[in-house]
């Protein structure tokens, strides 16, 4: 069998989705999370969506970067996404390329920012 995907809790609050993520970091993983969020805000009918990932504690291998920003932008049309994530938030390269090709995410360090964000948009 192939790899194991990350770990995930999906919830709703109010008309924001909150999905929680962990494991070891890995493309393949990510690019499976990255269809994994686009298909669960379309089953509820989410716009918004905002993704815990404090439990990652590496950042993302520099080779991997520039393509999860394209994938992120591909698959990510119509949604407002925010990742919480400290590391990654010091280097928003994936943000960048994602946001460059017409995806609307941010990589913020807090829940308490990413919240503001979401709800700005």
């Known amino acids: 069998m192939g790899e194991q995907d990350y770990t ?3 919830s709703e609050d109010g008309d924001v989705l909150r999905i929680v993520v962990g494991g070891t970091l890995d493309f393949g993983r990510t690019a499976r999370f990255v269809t994994l969020v ?3 805000a379309k ?3 989410r716009k918004r969506v905002l993704i815990d990932a404090r439990a990652f504690k590496e950042p ?12 992120i932008a591909a698959e990510w049309g119509g949604l407002r996404v925010a990742i919480v994530n400290p590391i990654a938030a010091q280097n928003r390269f994936v943000e960048t390329v994602a946001v460059n090709r017409g995806a609307d ?3 913020l360090a807090t829940l308490p920012e990413a919240l503001e964000w979401l709800q700005l948009g």
């Open 38 to 40: 686009r298909d669960a």
């Open 43 to 45: 089953a509820r009918g």
């Open 105 to 107: 995410t941010r990589t």
């Open 60 to 71: 993302m291998p520099n080779k991997d970067r520039f393509a999860m920003g394209e994938l």
């Open 8 to 10: 995930t809790q999906i």
